[in-house]
């Protein structure tokens, strides 16, 4: 349906190999010479949308959260020992920002969370969260779950810390840089006049909001992998 002007089109897939099969496939079927379409995969695409901030590399953040962890718990480990830890934190900080998890609502108090969670305030994604979280703490008051309690205190102070320190040097990690996306203004300039997604299921709350602002724009067509309806996005191509 793109026509002659697919060559103008972005095309985004959920991993490199559909872009790699998409090329091969216009080849095989097109009439005439094209030039090819841009093809990204979304976590290309979202990159595109903040060119001010550089992607880290895992080591580098680890280092960094090592820094913040430090800095805000007085802990006397070396980067080896927290290295296990640091790890969970990381992963746990980038699930946080990639569902747009506000971090005040898991990082507080086990009751508060349960209470968040009896009053229906939260969104499904942010409850999976805190029943995850909440399972860290569940059975026997070990001293392991002494420690990791008094931890749990201290990860606002470091989740924030450790986001501050990332900002002031332009770095990132994935879940960060597309929640900054989807929560501030995407400068119209870096918006490709025409964006296709293809073979989506499974969304995360940074890429629903990011389609919900593209369709919206009205630049976006999709192509699921599964009826529209389960996407949460109003009906396209299905």
């Known amino acids: 349906e793109q026509g002659s002007n697919i060559s103008d089109t972005c095309f985004v ?9 998409f090329i091969e496939h216009l080849k095989n079927i097109s009439n005439e010479t094209l030039l090819a379409p841009e093809c990204l995969t979304i976590s290309e695409f979202f990159d595109t949308l903040a060119p001010e901030y550089e992607k880290e590399e895992k080591v580098g953040l680890l280092f960094h959260l090592f820094d913040s962890y430090k800095t805000v718990t007085g802990s006397d480990e070396n980067f080896n020992q927290f290295i296990g830890i640091g790890e969970i934190i990381l992963k746990d900080f980038n699930d946080l920002d990639n569902y747009l998890v506000n971090a005040k609502y898991i990082f507080s ?64 990690y994935d879940g960060m840089l597309h929640r900054m996306v989807v ?6 300039h870096l918006l490709p006049s025409q ?6 299921n499974a969304l ?21 992998d599964y009826d529209f309806k389960y996407a949460n996005i109003s009906e396209d191509k299905a």
Request: aromatic content about 16%.
């Open 183 to 188: 929560e501030n203004e995407i400068p119209e």
């Open 204 to 224: 995360d709350g940074a890429t629903k909001a990011l389609f919900d602002i593209l369709k919206r724009k009205g630049i976006a067509d999709f192509y699921w």
């Open 109 to 172: 108090d086990i009751e508060e969370l349960k209470r968040y969670e009896r009053e229906n305030i939260l969104t499904e994604e942010q409850v999976q969260c805190i029943q995850k979280f909440l399972g860290l703490f569940a059975g026997d008051s070990s001293e392991y779950k002494q420690k990791t309690y008094k931890l749990w205190c201290k990860m606002l102070e470091i989740y924030e810390h450790f986001k501050n320190k990332l900002l002031s040097e332009k770095i990132c």
């Open 195 to 200: 964006v296709v997604f293809v073979g989506f």
């Open 13 to 21: 897939f959920p991993s490199r190999r559909a872009g790699k099969f």
